[in-house]
């Protein structure tokens, strides 16, 4: 699951720049403030990605979604690729747990083969 819940932060990580970028041609917004949300923002997706496998680290990173679809009311773009991100992130929790729960039964099952005697 960290793998891709990380994958997906990171890409995350990107699109805030880029709507940073965006932000600033708006005139109602200074500069310091669309990169203080923004740098705050971007450091909380690199800071999720080491956090993902404690508790609340999958909380927070749901937070970081629904502030990212938010975000659509200064980009309006960002309601869709928030959107798209959002259910990322879904998928990325869902079947990651899939794949960890796999990756279990496989390593039990072959540290039971190591245990059997062979004749």
Avoid: N, Y
Wanted: with cysteine; net charge neutral; hydrophobic share 60%.
């Amino acid at each position: 699951m960290r793998t891709l819940c990380a994958s997906t932060l990171i890409g995350e990580f990107f699109v805030i720049g880029f709507a940073g970028l965006v932000a600033m041609k708006d005139d109602s917004l200074t500069m310091t403030t669309v990169w203080t949300v923004c740098g705050i923002a971007m450091l909380l997706s690199v800071l999720l990605c080491g956090m993902i496998t404690r508790p609340g680290g999958v909380q927070l990173g749901w937070v970081l979604q629904v502030a990212l679809i938010a975000s659509g009311f200064v980009v309006p773009l960002m309601f869709f690729l928030g959107a798209v991100f959002a259910g990322l992130w879904w998928a990325s929790i869902h079947f990651g747990r899939k794949i960890d729960e796999a990756k279990a039964k496989w390593a039990a099952a072959a540290e039971a083969e190591a245990e059997t005697p062979t004749a």
